[in-house]
């Protein structure tokens, strides 16, 4: 897999379609599951970890699922490198900076991934964009049912799926939804809304998940708890909470449009400004102002931009994805520059006559 030219394109969890888009950007099923013919991965040797890299590579090659996927050994991969699956969702921080063998096994879509030797032995991923859990759930059983077959998951009749974290004993599912919130954060009511989910035991995250800072008003909602509740119980869980996100963001949206809108209008209108006229941009601006500019084309402020250009600058923008694009490694002032030009390429209308003149 060339990572050069993946960077061109855009992953599943920001394609902008999907059930409710505007404000879930994209929903997520990860299991956690163990093999039980090793110890857990903190028990394990480095030849422990290259044996599991190795046996789960030979029990999935000629199967079904061997035909879409590819296999990438983490650990051989740069510092570029990582981040760059990391920015796309494909690998968390934790493989990223473990140490000894660690592979994770991508489908050409993107839609689902396999990280081996991360917490667990495998975590296995699906993503769909927009709210759609119920597809997410049903393509993420079958891949386990399909990995069950050819694995043997350390399972265990009173407890279920044994996991190297307690929370995730049981099912090993952790459902998850990443919502865009910025109107609640420009009304105030955002932490407000946190209290009232940790109470019912769900999870608030960053962007790129546990331990990320909150950034561009995007927030990852998931259950915390998975001992004592079957798949499909945790699935509606997550489910039956998000319309309600959705409900209070857009009620927010409601308020700053009837009760302040010009000052919502030179708001968008300025973060537009900003990135269309700045010379060098950091990432944390660019996420700023952009979360801004996709509330203001979903809101109908702006015209002339489509949602998915805007959910395609938010990952192109950042550090390895820009590097990746622009073909070499930059320090941070010349990423910032080059950074500013890539928006402006993207945000500035084009003169259908100039090319004529």
Not at 207 to 226: A, K
Not at 276 to 293: D, G, N, P, Q, R
Not at 300 to 322: C, M, R, S, W, Y
Request: include cysteine.
């Amino acid at each position: 897999m060339k990572f050069d030219d993946l960077a061109e394109k855009c992953g599943e969890w920001l394609r902008g379609s999907g059930p409710e888009s505007d404000i879930v950007i994209s929903s997520r099923i990860r299991l956690a599951r163990n093999l039980s013919n090793f110890p857990f991965i903190r028990k394990c040797t480095h030849d422990d970890r290259k044996e599991i890299v190795r046996y789960v590579q030979r029990n999935l090659n000629g199967t079904a699922l061997s035909e879409s996927i590819e296999f990438i050994n983490v650990d051989r991969l740069s510092d570029l490198d990582r981040q760059f699956l990391m920015e796309r969702q494909i690998i968390s921080r934790e493989l990223s900076e473990n140490e000894g063998a660690r592979s994770v096994v991508i489908d050409s879509t993107e839609q689902f991934s396999v990280m081996v030797n991360e917490e667990d032995h495998l975590r296995i991923q699906v993503m769909q964009s927009g709210l759609d859990l119920e597809l997410a759930w049903n393509r993420i059983n079958t891949i386990d049912d399909h990995l069950e077959s050819h694995l043997q998951f350390n399972f265990h009749e009173k407890f279920g799926y044994l996991t190297a974290c307690p929370t995730n004993v049981g099912t090993g599912l952790r459902v998850s939804v990443m919502v865009h919130l910025p109107a609640l954060v420009i009304t105030k009511q955002i932490e407000k809304v946190f209290r009232s989910l940790q109470k019912i035991n769900i999870a608030v995250r960053g962007l790129f998940g546990e331990g990320s800072q909150f950034s561009g008003d995007f927030y990852q909602v998931s259950n915390q708890i998975t001992l004592g509740k079957t798949e499909l119980e945790l699935v509606r869980q997550v489910r039956d909470i998000v319309p309600k996100l959705i409900a209070y963001e857009r009620k927010a949206r409601e308020f700053l449009v009837h009760e302040s809108e010009q000052d919502l209008q030179d708001d968008v209108s300025r973060a537009l400004g900003i990135l269309c006229t700045a010379k060098k941009i950091s990432s944390e601006e660019t996420m700023h102002y952009l979360s801004k500019v996709r509330m203001g084309v979903n809101l109908g402020l702006i015209e002339d931009i489509k949602i998915p250009t805007v959910n395609k600058l938010f990952i192109h923008t950042q550090p390895a994805h820009l590097q990746k694009i622009r073909g070499h490694q930059l320090n941070t002032s010349d990423r910032n520059i080059e950074r500013a030009n890539y928006l402006q390429q993207h945000l500035i209308p084009r003169n259908p006559d100039a090319s004529q003149n």
